[in-house]
């Protein structure tokens, strides 16, 4: 395994983490799409249940905070999630993300930050 498939998949571990505290907390509060299974029935998280959470890798042109992993929560309902509420569901996350990081990657300076209307991983992305 490269340490970019290390680092990949210590990263896809926190995220599953954050999936599951957000299903125990927001789960039921909406039904899901009609083409989703429940949670727990597929093999990995982001494709089951209400919440797919995922970051993906930018390299950062336009971006005030350069390079790193674009941070995503994505609901999986046809009802109306109110603005406010998809804001503070977002926030908690980033509030999760933030520990987990440091729980996984510890001594490491990763930040999460806005960047534009999207969270973004960035700071020591060095794969050393």
Do not use: C
Not at 90 to 112: K, Q, T, Y
């Amino acid at each position: 395994m490269t340490r970019l498939e290390a680092f990949e998949d210590t990263l896809h571990g926190v995220l599953s983490e954050i999936d599951g505290a957000l299903e125990e907390r927001w789960g039921a509060r909406w039904p899901l799409h009609p083409a989703r299974p429940p949670r727990g029935t597929a093999a990995n998280p982001q494709y089951d249940g209400l919440f797919r959470v995922t970051a993906s890798f930018s390299a950062g042109f336009g971006s005030a905070l350069g390079p790193g992993y674009v941070f995503r929560v994505e609901l999986s309902t046809l009802r109306n999630v109110p603005p406010e509420v998809r804001a503070e569901i977002e926030e908690e996350a980033a509030r999760l993300l933030r520990a987990g990081l440091a729980r996984a990657f510890p001594g490491r300076d990763l930040r999460v930050d806005r960047d534009g209307s999207v969270y973004k991983i960035h700071g020591d992305l060095s794969l050393a």
